[in-house]
């Protein structure tokens, strides 16, 4: 099992910039796919972004596709999520997640996900 901790959240304006990071600790990380998810008050939990463990397949939720980018240093442990031109609607509690369980098709699926971080808090104002 792997234990995932999200940080760099926080409160800025519409149009500001934030990056996350999830770091990893127990497991064989490196191998494995790692997603990004979100969820907005009342809301479900959403897909955002998910990355292949070698790094090199990505893949984004069309709300997102232009403006964020996730990358990871496998030698660091760590996934990142750099979010440009924020907007109100991207406030939500942001985590990642991670299996090694799961196909390339099911990558945007919350439920093929086994390992979660806690989460950490984006609130963008207007």
């Known amino acids: 099992q792997v234990q995932l901790v999200e940080s760099g959240g926080g409160l800025v304006q519409a149009g500001d910039s934030l990056k996350l990071s999830c770091a990893a600790s127990?497991?064989?990380?490196?191998?494995?796919?790692v997603g990004w998810f979100r969820q907005a008050p009342g809301k479900e939990r959403d897909f955002v972004a998910a990355?292949?463990?070698?790094?090199?397949?990505?893949t984004y939720a069309d709300s997102v596709k232009t403006r964020f980018t996730i990358s990871r240093d496998n030698a660091k442990n760590t996934v990142s999520l750099q979010m440009n031109s924020l907007k109100p609607e991207d406030t939500a509690v942001y985590y990642c997640?991670?299996?090694?369980?799961?196909?390339?098709?099911?990558?945007?699926?919350?439920?093929?996900?086994?390992?979660w971080g806690q989460g950490t808090q984006v609130t963008v104002s207007s």
């Open positions: 990355i292949g463990g070698g790094g090199g397949v990505t």
């Open positions: 127990g497991g064989t990380f490196s191998d494995y796919p």
């Open positions: 997640a991670t299996t090694d369980d799961i196909r390339w098709y099911e990558i945007r699926r919350t439920s093929r996900y086994n390992d």
